[in-house]
């Protein structure tokens, strides 16, 4: 699918300068084919184009969009439910929902070559399989509590097939992460997403059962997940939509500001990717503005929520007159975000740079940030089978963990894979401080957990 939608877009490039009309907001990916779909008899400019240009803050305000264009089904561009925002709004520009203060750039066209009508097959075959086919994300807490990314699988009555996709649902959203954590290293640092995680840390995925009307557009399946008491603040949903009307839409705030009080670290946010672009990628785009990308203000802004600097999950043209420039030239990093990391997410923005002085995905709190380096502590060692010489040290299982480092008195005593390492060469009659650490997949070393404190017996 990625590849799919990178020779689409490296298409797009080349017909650029043929573009005379075009849907307003296409998605990623997926813009490309409005170019040459879109230019047909009976398609009309939905949107007065934007003549913003600096890079000023929100007072710059876009014009409201004139009226939703027609639907293009075939694509999945279906715009029922989407309300012009009108001026004033803190939408305009883009489409209002009904749901909180939440705005969209309006549906996501299928990429070239993907027909939505056709059903992503699964990926994982089931739930027993998913740990060992990279399925895992990084368990942070009681994977409960707290700001958390939660996936749902949504369906109509009599088309419930959780089981049958409920592994894959968990693969994909796995590889969502990999893209976000993957982009960090690129500045240096660590971002998982912070899930909703079972017990054998993949994500949780939730069976929402909701009516077929609200399947229909985006706004009404918001308010049927909202009806089930998903529209917690404290929550973003990815919702794994068994449909075949759309390819993907994400709901975005548009709030540009430092700091974490920006309306981006506060859910409800909904994502909803149909079940022809079921995927990883899809899925990251739209957990993306979910997240808070891109804003307007942003150096290399489409003014439509994306960025015109590819490669870059976020960036197409998605409106007419858009032009993109090839800045980061390795087609691989359509799937990473931010080429350069200068529009929406770094870990490591330069003093005084745009992401340092507006809102920066990568501090969202909806993000795990530089997972167990200093975030987490390592769990509290018991000492048993005390000897003169020997102890054997023992520990819960923490699920991120790769290994675990064990010190006594601070120096190191040893690494075990297990949650059970024997020490020796101890002296009798001697008191010893006792810490793990966690050593997680990424290779980082979390702070030692409790201090346990054993006596050695004296030697007899
Ligand atoms: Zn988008």
Known sequence: MSRT???????RKTRLAVIAVAATAGLAGGAVTVTSAMAGPGAKPAAEASTRTGASHQEDRPAPIAAAPKNDTRRGMVYDGLTPAPK?????????????????????????GVDITKDAAPVVRNASAAAGSGSQVVCDGDGKKGNRVQVL?????????????RASFKKWAADADVIYNESAKETGGSRHIRYVTDSDCTASVTNVEVPASALGDFDATNQAVTAQGHNRPDRKYVMFTDANLLCGIGTLTGDDRPGKDNRNNFGPSYARVDSGCWNGHVAAHELGHNLGAVNDSAPNSS??????DEWDLMCYSDAPGVEMRNVCQDRNHEERLDCHHDDYF????????????????????FLIPDAAKGAGTGPAPKASHLTARSAVLTWKAVPSAKSYQIRLNGRDAGRSTSTTLRV?????GTSYRATVSVRDRDGHTSRPGPTVTFRTPASS
């Open 346 to 365: 770094s870990t490591a923005p330069q003093p005084g740079s745009y992401l340092a002085t507006h809102w920066n995905t990568a501090n969202s709190l």
């Open 5 to 11: 939608s990178g020779i689409h877009k490296y298409q």
């Open 153 to 165: 699988y949504v369906h109509a009555p009599g088309q419930d097939r959780f089981a049958q996709y």
């Open 424 to 428: 020796t060469g101890l002296r009798a």
């Open 88 to 112: 004033g709004d803190k939408c305009v520009g883009m489409y209002k929902l009904s749901e909180g203060d939440l705005c969209s750039h309006g549906p996501d066209a299928a990429p070239k």
């Open 303 to 308: 003014k439509h929520g994306h960025c015109t």
